[in-house]
């Protein structure tokens, strides 16, 4: 089952062979996680990063892109949404706003690879044992996984996009380190107590409340309407309290 992310990893590798470095001045910043990261940008950097979003997208939806007109309906709708994604980053990344690390997306694809189950698709988060489901967030939030793609933008950068209708669409992938994308600017995530508009604008652990403010997410067993109230990120409509993520 894993032929589509073999496919796909193995014409990254080509691409990374073949495509000339148009690395960014920087070089080779600090992604903020203890490793570095090797800064590509412009639209062969672009290109290749789609090419590592494809495999991605392969783990995820259970089929690969290129097989797109043989898949099922919820395939068809899960390629559309990671895609459209990937479209979105590859942008970031051919206007030097963000760094691609082709090294990094390389070790992403083969580390990700065995938490795929044989109907193609990513297992549940609660069908894997504690050890695996720790392996898989650790990849994704300090492993290779979470350093595919870093910002470029301080503080006070610009991230937001106006498609000339009013419109703005703000995306943290753009901010440097651990910055958030706050009304369109790159700043520093705000504390509890702070002004929010949305949970994303507040420090972790924390979710932005009814009141329009930042506020510490609650404790299992403790009561909630919604998931980002909760610390582990569920919040039960039948008894009304944050629960676990597996149960």
């Given at each position: 089952?894993?032929r589509?992310v073999s496919?796909?990893?193995?014409?990254?590798?080509l691409f990374?062979?073949?495509?000339?470095?148009?690395?960014?001045?920087?070089?080779?910043?600090?992604?903020?996680?203890?490793?570095?990261?090797t800064?590509?940008?412009g639209?062969?950097?672009?290109n290749?990063?789609?090419?590592?979003?494809?495999?991605?997208?392969?783990?995820y939806?259970?089929i690969?892109?290129?097989e797109?007109?043989?898949?099922?309906?919820?395939?068809?709708?899960?390629?559309s949404?990671?895609?459209?994604a990937?479209?979105?980053?590859?942008?970031?990344v051919?206007?030097n706003?963000?760094?691609f690390d082709?090294?990094?997306?390389?070790?992403?694809l083969?580390?990700?690879?065995p938490?795929?189950g044989?109907?193609?698709?990513?297992?549940?988060?609660?069908?894997?044992?504690?050890?695996?489901?720790?392996?898989?967030q650790?990849?994704?939030t300090?492993?290779?996984?979470s350093?595919?793609i870093?910002?470029?933008?301080?503080?006070g950068?610009?991230c937001g996009?106006?498609?000339?209708?009013?419109?703005t669409?703000?995306?943290?992938?753009?901010?440097?380190?651990?910055?958030?994308?706050?009304?369109?600017v790159?700043?520093t995530p705000?504390?509890?107590?702070?002004?929010c508009?949305?949970?994303?604008?507040?420090?972790?652990?924390l979710?932005?409340g009814?009141?329009?403010?930042?506020?510490?997410r609650?404790s299992?067993?403790e009561?909630?309407?919604?998931?980002?109230?909760c610390?582990s990120?569920?919040?039960?409509?039948?008894?009304?309290a944050?629960?676990?993520?597996?149960?």
């Amino acid at each position: 089952m894993n032929r589509p992310v073999s496919f796909a990893l193995g014409v990254f590798i080509l691409f990374s062979a073949c495509m000339p470095d148009d690395s960014g001045p920087e070089g080779t910043p600090s992604d903020g996680g203890g490793g570095v990261v090797t800064c590509e940008t412009g639209l062969a950097a672009g290109n290749e990063f789609m090419v590592y979003w494809r495999g991605m997208t392969a783990l995820y939806c259970g089929i690969h892109p290129d097989e797109q007109e043989d898949a099922t309906a919820e395939q068809g709708l899960c390629l559309s949404i990671y895609l459209g994604a990937g479209l979105v980053n590859q942008a970031h990344v051919q206007q030097n706003a963000a760094c691609f690390d082709r090294g990094q997306g390389e070790d992403c694809l083969v580390a990700m690879s065995p938490f795929q189950g044989d109907d193609g698709f990513f297992r549940d988060d609660c069908d894997l044992s504690d050890q695996e489901r720790a392996q898989k967030q650790a990849l994704e939030t300090s492993g290779s996984c979470s350093r595919v793609i870093q910002g470029r933008l301080a503080a006070g950068g610009r991230c937001g996009t106006d498609d000339g209708q009013g419109n703005t669409t703000e995306s943290d992938t753009v901010c440097e380190g651990d910055l958030r994308c706050i009304e369109a600017v790159c700043a520093t995530p705000l504390s509890d107590g702070d002004l929010c508009a949305e949970s994303d604008d507040c420090r972790d652990g924390l979710y932005c409340g009814d009141s329009g403010f930042c506020a510490l997410r609650f404790s299992l067993g403790e009561f909630c309407d919604t998931d980002e109230q909760c610390e582990s990120g569920h919040c039960s409509l039948q008894s009304e309290a944050c629960v676990a993520q597996c149960q």
